[in-house]
């Protein structure tokens, strides 16, 4: 199965609410990695997970924050929504370098509307 | 910092004509990755083309690229659209010396095949 899972698909907040999504796959793989993707605008990656280490993007770090309680869950989480935040966040998986692949696999993508 | 340049948002082709999508890189990696993805509507993105060796053609599902670091291209073609091939695609760089395999993506372009 090389799926990655993401919920909700669809997620609808308030500005200065809090936000998180979550995402799951089953691949065994050892990184995980979030990406924010506007209109007209290539996907930006916002942070990653390589095993139990968290890298999170110089100029996203104070914005977003992540866990990942396990190998097969990782969660992107927002303090206090604000406008600019509506996007779409896509959640994608990769083995790493050892496994020569780099190809990475995708989820659906959860839609964030805040108003 | 790195980036991917894909010069056409849209490009709108007639079924059998040949397909081709820009794709240029700028880097400070000595050893670029460079990927296409494709994004059918309502599907995740997934992988369609990947190199890391210069002045070699790769090639998938009909469609085929050449990385040229002279000229830090990576442009996607296809012999004869189909109408099956109308998607978003990405091209998009990585570092194939770093252990884990972020992405930077282009902004994406849009085929859109009719018959």
């Known amino acids: 199965d090389t799926t990655v899972k993401q919920n909700p698909r669809y997620k609808l907040a308030r500005v200065g609410k809090p936000v998180n999504l979550i995402c799951s796959q089953t691949?065994?793989?050892?990184?995980m990695y979030w990406y924010q993707k506007k209109p007209n605008q290539a996907p930006k990656l916002l942070l990653f997970?390589?095993?139990?280490?968290?890298?999170r993007e110089a100029d996203t770090f104070e914005k977003f924050q992540s866990s990942r309680p396990n190998n097969s869950f990782c969660s992107l989480y927002i303090g206090s929504a604000g406008l600019e935040y509506s996007a779409m966040y896509l959640c994608?998986?990769?083995?790493?370098?050892?496994?020569?692949?780099?190809?990475?696999?995708f989820g659906p993508g959860t839609r964030l509307t805040v108003l | 910092g790195d980036s991917v340049t894909q010069t056409e948002g849209l490009v709108t082709l007639t079924e059998g004509l040949p397909v081709m999508l820009n794709c240029t890189y700028q880097t400070i990696y000595s050893n670029p990755f460079l990927f296409w993805y494709v994004q059918h509507l309502n599907e995740s993105p997934r992988l369609l083309l990947k190199?890391?060796?210069?002045?070699k053609r790769t090639e998938h599902q009909g469609f085929h690229a050449t990385l040229h670091k002279s000229s830090s291209s990576f442009h996607l073609q296809k012999s004869s659209a189909q109408l099956s091939d109308s998607a978003l695609y990405y091209c998009?760089?990585?570092?194939?010396?770093?252990?884990?395999?972020?992405?930077?993506f282009g902004r994406g372009t849009r085929l859109q095949v009719y018959a």
């Open positions: 997970y390589y095993d139990k280490i968290l890298n």
């Open positions: 190199s890391f060796t210069d002045n």
């Open positions: 998009a760089l990585s570092d194939r010396t770093q252990v884990v395999g972020q992405l930077t």
């Open positions: 691949m065994n793989h050892d990184t």
């Open positions: 994608a998986s990769s083995r790493d370098r050892l496994g020569d692949s780099y190809e990475q696999y």
